[in-house]
């Protein structure tokens, strides 16, 4: 009982960052995605209402919460590498010092496999996202390094993971399948309504 309450949490923990870290991204891109509705309606809103989600993430896992978060802050920065960000640091500064914050407060291993699988869940949704990408003239790693190399280079991310923490792979790979079947059916339902 008390090992299926656990799951529960965990994967609840896991489906509340994904929430935040979505929001977030859509947010950045300000492009039609999977919550840009609950971003026209909220607005100023949306800072308030993250950082009450995170909060109770938190409350659930709090290493579990912020090393996913830190993680898909520094995938995140990619396309940001060289550029000068408000703190007058370039991106792979700013990364640098997160990872770092986060591998000393939070722990190597927990950490590391965040990151593994934020960056496997990148590439995964850059081959996903290839065709749409291509077009559109989007930042995409499958597009710059090639994807059978990304492919590749996941698969091996993936190999690692299994071995840091293959129970946290599981719960998150169940919640980013969710996200993206969800965010296929609402953009066949936007195909179709155009």
């Not at 923990?13 to 935040?20: D, G, R, S």
């Not at 802050?73 to 990872?99: A, C, H, P, W």
């Amino acid at each position: 009982m008390l090992s299926i309450l656990y799951s529960i949490k965990y994967l609840l923990c896991v489906l509340l960052n994904a929430f935040i870290i979505k929001l977030m991204d859509d947010y950045i891109d300000s492009s039609n995605n999977l919550f840009t509705d609950f971003i026209s309606k909220t607005k100023e809103g949306i800072l308030p209402y993250s950082l009450l989600i995170f909060a109770i993430a938190c409350l659930i896992n709090v290493k579990l919460s912020a090393s996913l978060f830190l993680s898909s802050y520094i995938v995140g920065m990619y396309g940001d590498f060289n550029r000068r960000l408000t703190l007058k640091l370039k991106g792979y500064q700013e990364s640098l010092i997160i990872l770092l914050i986060g591998i000393f407060l939070i722990g190597l291993m927990e950490m590391i496999s965040s990151l593994l699988i934020i960056v496997t869940f990148q590439i995964i949704d850059d081959l996903i996202d290839y065709n749409k990408d291509k077009y559109f003239n989007c930042l995409n790693l499958a597009i710059k390094y090639g994807v059978i190399e990304v492919l590749i280079f996941a698969c091996i991310l993936i190999l690692i993971t299994i071995k840091l923490n293959y129970q946290k792979l599981i719960y998150c790979s169940i919640i980013f399948s969710v996200f993206q079947f969800i965010e296929k059916i609402i953009n066949v339902e936007e195909v179709n309504w155009n």
